[in-house]
């Protein structure tokens, strides 16, 4: 996921560069980009997450689900592009671990 990518590399940024490690929060130290990535990689996700719905796999519980998981990772993207600050970004980071295993719970229990 690369909204947790780049929450992480914001977070660690100065720990980055220290290190030599040209990640983009420290070639471009506005986040103007970083944010953007993020908000790109998030709103891919929602389509992307949709698949396993379009082709039968799951039924419409998780279709909403994951709909609605999806839109809540955007929102905390865009908020952290917004705000391209350390809060901001330690939520997309939080969201984004959450994200991932509600997906898997969900499609579970969609087939149980």
């Not at 040209?22 to 997450?49: F, K």
């Amino acid at each position: 996921q690369i909204p947790h990518f780049m929450a992480i590399a914001w977070l660690f940024r100065d720990d980055y560069d220290k290190a030599g490690l040209p990640v983009l929060p420290v070639l471009e130290p506005d986040g103007h980009r970083t944010g953007r990535t993020a908000v790109v990689y998030a709103a891919a996700l929602i389509p992307i997450s949709l698949l396993p719905w379009l082709i039968g796999m799951t039924g419409l519980s998780y279709a909403a689900v994951a709909a609605a998981v999806g839109l809540g990772l955007l929102w905390l993207a865009i908020r952290f592009a917004i705000m391209r600050s350390n809060t901001a970004a330690r939520s997309l980071f939080l969201g984004s671990i959450i994200y991932l295993p509600v997906l898997w719970i969900v499609m579970i229990a969609d087939r149980i």
